[in-house]
């Protein structure tokens, strides 16, 4: 304990803080000389150990000391903290003269399109659109549109299951139990049109998925009659497809309709001459229609005496496909931008 020591102690720090080149090491240094065990702490608190006459001039030294390597401390802490900040700067740098980076827009799926198009059309025919839950009982799903439990479209190799066979809880195969679940809440006149997805046990193929997109149609009033049914597809078809387009109806066979119709336009592409996308035929088929089944009315508690009706099915899909020459409805759901960006109605 001597003034020899603490000027040694002194020269030894100062050395040390000139070797400190970044602010890790100068809090190293810092808890070396100033910490509980640093060299200066150790010997302020060993001046109590000196003899009484030496004390104050050691104390007061010791003091100067202290002040000297804390102010030479602050000084190289600045000039590291400012090395470090221009470090920081140079490499966060931002190059203001390189072009933007445009932010992707996503559009519509073709699907959502195609029904919204669909929507606005039947709106200026007078049909409001609603919408449908996609899991449904079997008595909407099936009963209520005159299937029979012995109908084959009741089968388990068409219909998912969700809930065991015996309880008869089901993924929708069509939207046409809307037609139910709509007249039940309200009396005629009756106009609706429903989009939505359905689903079938099926096999995928190029032209097959187990679930894709319909559009329910349902009119009910009195005096409804076969006319009104041909000249509603009609008009869809000409808004849809161009004003030159024909309809064909066709007899088919509809359990919830009597009688059934399919229904095709003229290809718009070949103008019903034939060509690749109407398979040579000169037509397009579009969907399933016909008057709405007595038993069908009257299982929502409407007077079949007093009340026609007719109804309409579309393939969501198949408007696209034919619309665009698309060659495999699987490119729908696969969420493959490449596909979807054909249909981007705003640049991308
Ligand atoms: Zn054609």
Request: charged letters at 25%; proline letters at 5%; a negative charge.
């Amino acid at each position: 304990m001597s003034l020899d020591a603490l000027t040694t102690l002194r020269a030894e720090a100062e050395a040390n803080l000139r070797a400190v080149d970044d602010l890790d090491s100068l809090t190293e240094w810092e808890r070396s000389v100033f910490g509980p065990k640093g060299s200066l702490t150790l010997f302020l608190r060993s001046l109590g150990a000196a003899p009484a006459e030496e004390r104050p001039a050691l104390g007061r030294a010791a003091n100067e000391v202290k002040n000297a390597l804390t102010v030479e401390f602050e000084t190289r802490k600045t000039a590291l903290e400012r090395v470090a900040l221009a470090s920081r700067l140079t490499e966060d740098a931002v190059d203001m003269t390189l072009p933007g980076r445009a932010p992707v827009v996503g559009v519509d799926h073709p699907i959502s399109q195609t029904i919204r198009e669909l929507s606005d059309i039947f709106s200026l025919l007078g049909f409001q659109t609603v919408f449908g839950p996609e899991v449904e009982t079997g008595r909407y799903n099936f009963d209520l549109l005159n299937i029979p439990s012995d109908h084959p479209a009741r089968d388990v190799w068409d219909t998912m299951i969700v809930d065991t066979p015996n309880s008869e809880i089901v993924l929708r195969t069509h939207t046409s139990p809307m037609q139910a679940r709509v007249m039940e809440q309200t009396q005629p006149p009756v106009r609706v049109v429903v989009p939505g997805r359905t689903y079938r046990f099926e096999q995928q193929d190029a032209s097959h998925e187990w679930a894709f997109h319909q559009l329910e149609g349902l009119a009910v009033d009195q005096h409804i009659t076969m006319t009104d049914l041909k000249g509603t597809l009609r008009e869809m078809a000409r808004q849809l497809f161009g004003a030159d387009r024909r309809i064909r109806f066709r007899c088919d066979f509809f359990p919830f309709v009597e009688p059934g119709v399919d229904f095709s336009i003229d290809c718009m592409i070949c103008n019903g001459s034939g060509c690749r996308v109407c398979k040579q035929t000169g037509w397009l088929e579009m969907g399933g229609a016909g008057m709405v089944h007595p038993s069908v009315l009257e299982g929502v508690g409407y007077d079949s005496e007093k009340y026609t009706g007719f109804a309409f099915g579309l393939g969501i899909e198949r408007i696209i496909i034919q619309r665009y020459g698309v060659n495999d409805i699987r490119a729908f759901a696969g969420n493959d931008l490449r596909f979807l960006k054909q249909f981007a109605t705003v640049n991308v």
